[in-house]
């Protein structure tokens, strides 16, 4: 299962449920997907298929949002 906690331009934020413990969020988009850390700093951790500039923009989609989808996580994945 893979909730979508958040949509933004043509970008679909996520989670997967079998994950390891670390806080994250992909995010899914027309020309591919990445994956970005929430903790101890927002950085990116993998991608695919994305041009710099989109990276740079989702980067600060993700930081803009960043406490909506820690809360998302822990509502997720309570401990």
Not at 9 to 30: A, C, D, L, P
Not at 50 to 64: A, D, Q, Y
Request: aromatic content about 14%; proline content about 4%.
């Amino acid at each position: 299962m893979s909730p979508t906690i958040h949509r933004q331009k043509s970008y679909r934020f996520y989670f997967n449920s079998n994950e390891e413990t670390r806080m994250h969020v992909h995010i899914q988009g027309q020309s591919g997907k990445a994956k970005f850390w929430l903790e101890p700093i927002i950085a990116l951790a993998d991608y695919q298929g994305f041009k710099t500039h989109e990276l740079n923009e989702m980067e600060e989609m993700v930081e803009e949002n960043q406490e909506k989808f820690i809360n998302e996580w822990r509502k997720h994945f309570p401990k």
